[in-house]
């Protein structure tokens, strides 16, 4: 079993290896690579695309690694692959981003991106820190996760689905903030599961050991 995570110069590598290599260990998942290779990410079995930054500029940066999207899309859609977008990562399987520029997505999910507003002017954004999950729809990777476990953020924006199937849980900021959406083997979260202690090692878990 092999999981690829997807180098493309705009995400926080180092921690999300580090948790994924640990976890990867205690469940028996196989082997966990970070790779920019195409050929790589084709033949993984399942495949994580971080992100950190803004939505345009991570667009940009993944399609400016020749082949890899089109690897991931082959891997995810066509193969069917379990595949998990953390952060921008899971922003950009949407129809479309709202941050500084309309920006198209991939076209997975159907909604958009849009800057969180609280109905609470006194909260600041961007949403940055601790926040209590409230689970709306049972998943493989929720296994063990309920409503009120924590999860770390730090956005600005979260994705708004067309679908309210798609979403799989959100947090409370003043008002609903989309945390994991989720359609077939495609799953993303808005928090850091690298950076969310027992809840995020839980989520991984799952996803490692997730046969869909």
């Not at 079995?45 to 399609?63: E, I, M, S």
């Not at 729809?137 to 929720?142: K, M, S």
């Not at 959406?181 to 050991?209: C, D, W, Y």
């Amino acid at each position: 079993m092999l999981t690829a995570i997807v180098d493309y110069e705009s995400g926080n590598l180092h921690s999300a290896q580090k948790a994924f290599e640990r976890v990867a260990r205690e469940t028996g998942a196989g082997e966990v690579i970070v790779t920019a290779d195409p050929d790589r990410v084709r033949r993984a079995d399942r495949v994580v695309l971080p992100g950190d930054g803004a939505f345009p500029a991570c667009r940009r940066a993944l399609f400016d690694h020749r082949g890899v999207f089109e690897a991931i899309e082959e891997a995810v859609v066509t193969g069917g692959r379990p595949f998990l977008g953390i952060c921008i990562g899971m922003q950009m399987m949407a129809d479309r981003g709202l941050e500084y520029e309309e920006t198209p997505g991939f076209g997975w999910i159907g909604g958009e991106v849009v800057r969180i507003a609280p109905g609470d002017r006194a909260l600041k954004v961007p949403h940055m820190g601790w926040n209590d999950l409230v689970i709306d729809r049972a998943h493989p990777v929720l296994d063990g996760i309920a409503t009120g476990d924590h999860a770390y953020f730090v956005h600005s924006y979260h994705f708004r689905v067309a679908d309210p199937a798609d979403l799989l849980a959100h947090v409370d900021y003043a008002g609903p903030v989309t945390a994991i959406v989720g359609r077939g083997t495609m799953v993303g979260t808005q928090f850091h599961p690298e950076k969310s202690q027992a809840t995020g090692l839980r989520l991984i878990a799952n996803f490692l050991t997730w046969t869909p």
